[in-house]
């Protein structure tokens, strides 16, 4: 994760929707950022009704917190990421009339500032696959360093298996050094890192675009060719 890359893209970064593919699909990019945040809400009750902390680790413009209270989250939110260019991003989207400031800090490569087991929920939404390989177990093992015993990781991909995905990908300029990640890949490194339980959706069947389809992406939920997965991870003991 090289800071100058992602420096070069946070003035008004539209989360990849400047490729046509997108724009067929969805008519903005927070479109398709809420999708992960809807499944974010309905599985965890406590950003809802404020019980439940949370971390955006990789957050970019912070456009899945944003959009999480644009759907009624109540959570306190922190974010991090290599780009301070991104993170003055965030500052200047984020609706100060709706919602108090979160907490955004600077990552060192893959370390934060944040204490041992400081949150209840750790987000990496579309951040593995612009971390170096050989880098990865380090983002893990930090994702599990500062979620609480009992707490949630969560890690939303792209899915490799989804050829469009692979197309998309291929052609969007944020994403020319990316190397994508399968469920399995996450699964394993998560639990090389730590000890969890783990489960996995498969998300985004239907064009974000067309939300009178969302059932079918729930019922789909277990068929590995969602343009998007979810590895849900909760940490024991």
């Not at 499944?39 to 949370?54: F, P």
């Not at 200047?92 to 108090?100: E, I, L, T, V, Y």
């Not at 987000?123 to 994702?143: D, F, N, T």
Request: hydrophobic content about 40%; proline content about 7%.
């Amino acid at each position: 994760m090289k800071p100058a890359e992602f420096d070069r893209h946070a003035e008004g970064y539209d989360g990849g929707f400047d490729n046509p593919v997108k724009r067929l699909m969805g008519r903005s990019a927070d479109q398709f950022i809420a999708v992960k945040a809807r499944w974010l809400l309905r599985h965890e009750k406590g950003l809802r009704d404020g019980t439940s902390s949370l971390l955006d680790y990789g957050c970019g413009a912070g456009d899945l917190m944003r959009v999480l209270v644009g759907l009624g989250a109540r959570a306190p939110f922190a974010g991090c990421d290599v780009s301070q260019g991104m993170l003055e991003e965030a500052l200047r989207r984020w609706p100060m009339a709706a919602a108090p400031l979160p907490r955004l800090e600077t990552q060192r490569d893959e370390r934060t500032p944040f204490a041992d087991g400081q949150f209840d929920i750790v987000v990496a939404s579309a951040v593995l696959h612009h971390v170096p390989v050989s880098e990865r177990p380090a983002v893990y093992r930090e994702l599990g360093r500062v979620l609480r015993p009992g707490g949630r990781l969560v890690v939303f991909e792209h899915n490799p298996r989804n050829p469009l995905v692979r197309h998309v990908i291929a052609r969007t300029p944020i994403d020319a050094n990316a190397i994508l990640l399968d469920a399995q890949e996450v699964r394993h490194g998560l639990l090389d890192s730590a000890r969890y339980d783990l489960e996995t959706d498969y998300l985004m069947f239907t064009p974000p675009a067309l939300g009178f389809l969302r059932g079918i992406d729930r019922l789909l939920a277990w068929l590995p060719l969602g343009a998007q997965y979810a590895v849900c991870a909760r940490k024991l003991g």
